[in-house]
């Protein structure tokens, strides 16, 4: 019985940890972000790093659902300290998969939009 417990509590453990998704750019907030068909938020959010190996796939959406960007992205296993304890129960392994830390999309500006760092300065002369 205190095998079962403390294998339940290392895998309470092993799966702590999150992956941060951001967007960027000009008029971030209007963009959506939706991973695997959910809404999830609009400039950030986040996932569960660790557990069992699996595949998301990340969208993020103008407000009339025209997908600017797309990105499959899947856990990967990691060999760190957990893995030495995990030897001693090896179906524990299977929590040893993570995602990245951090995807960032950046959204470049709309077509019109003009900054004032893209005209050239003029001169006081003119």
Same mark, same amino acid.
């Given at each position: 019985m205190r095998v079962i417990l403390f294998s339940f509590l290392l895998l309470i453990l092993s799966s702590c940890g999150t992956t941060n998704i951001y967007v960027d750019g000009p008029q971030k907030s209007q963009y959506r972000i939706y991973v695997d068909g959910k809404e999830k938020g609009t400039t950030h959010t986040t /996932? @569960?790093?660790r557990g069992f190996p699996q595949k998301a796939l990340i969208q993020v959406k103008t407000p009339n659902d025209k997908v600017l960007f797309t990105e499959t992205?899947?856990?990967r296993f990691v060999f760190n300290l957990w893995t030495v @304890?995990? +030897?001693l129960y090896p179906y524990l /392994?299977?929590?040893n998969f993570e995602y990245h830390r951090e995807y960032r999309f950046i959204v470049p500006p709309a077509?019109? +939009?003009k900054s004032s760092w893209d005209e050239s300065p003029k001169s006081a002369w003119d």
């Open positions: /996932l @569960v790093k992205i899947k856990r @304890v995990d +030897l /392994l299977i929590t077509e019109g +939009l």
